[in-house]
């Protein structure tokens, strides 16, 4: 792999995105479930796609969440659910979207109790140690990050 020539310098200008623009767009744009650009995804590390081109807004998130909470209940997943997100721009709408259908679907759900961010590994730690010694009612989670995205897509 090679390396960026920037990599580890300073954005520059051309590289911000305006966030309360991302942030609207997040809440405001619906996508288009004929077109394939705007439809939920999975690659290998999750759903991505810019909130500014309809392809990741809070109906994917709430779609999203609400197929995990009918995977649990056919899987017989019972236990907490833990839940975190990172500093990056669409993660805290995203988290706020996710618990929203959590709660409304009466999943126990596990988060920082001072409410500061929660990094994959934090969250993964959390569940295993949860986990430890259990056979039943067992815990998972979601990480909500759009981590090496590109900035328009909330990275």
Known sequence: MVANSRAGQ???????????????????????PGDVAQQVAFGT?????SALAGAFNE??????TQA?????AAHGISGPLFIGRDT???SEP????????LAANDVV?????RDRYTPTPAVSHAILSYNRGRTEALADGIVVTPSHNPPSDGG
């Open 88 to 90: 990056h721009g669409l």
């Open 94 to 101: 995203a988290w706020v979207s996710a618990l929203e259908v």
């Open 45 to 49: 590390s999750g759903h991505r796609g």
């Open 109 to 113: 759900v596990m988060i920082d109790s």
């Open 68 to 72: 995990i909470v009918e995977y649990r």
């Open 59 to 64: 109906a994917h998130i709430l779609a999203i």
């Open 10 to 32: 300073p954005a520059q200008p051309e590289d911000l995105v305006d966030l309360p623009h991302l942030v609207t767009a997040y809440y405001s744009i619906q996508p288009d």
